[in-house]
């Protein structure tokens, strides 16, 4: 892999602070107790601070220090994810792998990377510098914008659940709707996104999600959506912008989260209910607001001790 | 792909019931806002009905209404369903995939639609007309009835997670029994089902699986259950007739989920415990009589308000 | 595949117990139900060793009995472990598929096995005797030590869930780091587990994972660990060795789990907090020890009582 070798000044002016000393070159980022010659590193703290001057770094991203070696920015661990982007990130340079799957019926952008056996399936269209993974399936009826990334073993597209019931026994409902994935999204590995039924199912633009995740048909995911892991949310809820469901969280049916909404980790949201308010951070099974779920804690506690 | 074209008297006489006016022909079923000439719409309420009269929907499945484009319908849901199941519906179509993996030692039934890179391991039977999306693996133990759809990466007959602790470590516990899976049996997207360890695992027919679903190893699923997403059910537990268990539900080792028993999302069912009572619905960790659950809500919301 | 045949008296001599009557030949293990000539069984109470007695076994593991096709051990289930390990586990002795995508740049060790579209990147190592499943990808930035198993559909170094929050939406920490997995570690099915976000990602010697567990960047999980299927283990924490994590746990952030600790099905443990004591066994939500636990659902069920 070729080196990449940037100049500090360049990264000071990407951050738009001041810079002096010489104009050293940094050809990678790591750990401070990674760091050798021509390395970036960040310190969060005083201790790490001083354990990076003692390092062989050639550039430390810091709030405060004197070392000449130091960029002062507001937000080290920003700072050093925004130089990364920047120059350091080599997702997506690989092109087409020559397993890739593609139906000749899809539509891929400009400069997008297809892992092995990534399967992109009839009438799909890909935006530009799309990144996907080895063995990622993207089914019929599926829509990417640019930049979306989707890690290995994801699937894009599936059918939902939905079934009527008759004397006979189940019988599926139509699945033979749409899944569009908008800008910048992000998918963990091996999470299932199901297609809408007859309408569509949108993940909104810059939302990322983490690995095993499920999310139904006909859900609509905002923009700048933060979905950890093992979430599951089922068919037809609504999650505003900038939400935020930590690991495990469960959302029911027709469920509304609204923009800035915060669900702590295994919370369970029951079918239709509505929470809302930015910021608010509600948390166990059902959902409530903190306060409450923090003071039922705290009465669970009393009673036990005065038994 | 062929255009479908069905009549409204033979749409009519599927559901068993009067039609009048023109015999048009369907050619789609869509959601109302999308129906153009030829489509088939439902709806269920008056407001919808009204916007299916405005449309240019050929028929209109409906409990109520004068148009003569209507069928009037007990369940317009479950109509439309049966309508699409019965004409419309093109999973199953598409042959072989050129890539599927068939091992030569298995048995493939006839009309069997197998994705690319579906992988069908040594020994495995499949019964008539199943659908293997792509992706899927079928490993050596495993036997599907007729009509079972599987959905993309999904895993049938891994080895179940037994092991014996010695001074040593642990020591794997044979994974070398069988997985059946009876007829009409649908499962979902990185769904995975553990073959028995000595025994089977037995799903039975008509059962509806969703998306990364674990069965363990033993486990014995009854006919016609609906399985959410990311329900765990542990080894050896078994599940009656017509259960349902909503998502992120988990079993855990040896229990007995009675015939047609409701556990409600993220509901927790401790080992060796049996639920019963065809309707009854559990709720909570560990699972309780949703009278139960909800009286202990109440009792934590009293205490709450009291502090 | 070719029968093995081996001798009561080989099999005395692995257990360290006496032997008597004729050295006959046993060729398989099974269940006593499918128990016919050649079969080794094993009973675990008296029903069983009745059952077993009756049968056509050839030998037959108990604690008590005097027919004399019993070999008399302490732990009948332990025991027929041990001699399937030995002689009859048929795991890895397929070597590589033709259809295995394996890196130039990557180092396999002797006696792999490799399935069908196993994916091994550019950089991994894999130590001796390892089995890995067909479409398993093993991502660049890991290694495996000897003897690791590895089920169908496993993601294993895959790109953490790390980002920061800036004005403009979120921009990706990088993920480059690695991910190390220890001699005779056991992963199932549909698993991801991601590698260091810039430091490594570890799993040590002798643990066992099941079905769709999601283990995040930087964690440190000990030896011999059990982590039942669905767990999910966020970013930085750290799980002794010995501790038990029983179905869909949730270890949030930089949780810390003693060495022996046992956390119970469905558990969940907040951002930070550390649990401990060796045979230690918590549940619940926040997780707690058992004893407070079960305190407070008899004082729900109490206070449920006088309403």
Redo the contacts between chains.
Sequence with gaps: MAVVSVRKSQIAALLGVDWRGEDVAVER???IE?AGSGALVFATDEKALAEAVASRAALILSKTGADERILLVK?P??A???V??RW??RRGMAGWDA?A?VDERSTIGPGCELG??A?IGAGVLLGERCVI???V?I?PGTTLGARVRV???A?LG??G?G????LS??????Q?GTLVIED?V?I???T?I?RGA??ETRIGR?T?I???V?I?HNCRIG??V?I???V?I?GSTEVGDGAIL???V?L?EKVVIGPGVIVG??G?V?TGKKLSGPGAVFW???ARPIR?YL???????R??RR?
Tied chains: 1, 2, 3.
Excluded: W
Excluded at 163 to 166: F, G, H, L, Q
Excluded at 169 to 174: C, I, K, L, R, S
Excluded at 295 to 301: C, P, S
């Design positions: 980022v790591c750990r990674d937000e661990r920003t050093f994810a925004l990364y982007a350091f990130d397993n799957c092995a056996y399967h993974g080895p063995r399936m089914l890690q290995a073993g699937v599936s059918d659940f079934y009527v019931r008759t026994g189940y019988v599926g409902f139509p033979i910048d992000e963990g590995a091996n299932t199901d007859l309408g810059g990322k983490d690995n095993l499920h139904g923009e700048d933060m950890a892991a093992q599951g089922a930590a690991g495990q469960g029911a980790a295994q369970g029951p166990g099974t059902p409450d003071k039922d804690l705290a009465a669970l506690a009673i036990r038994d």
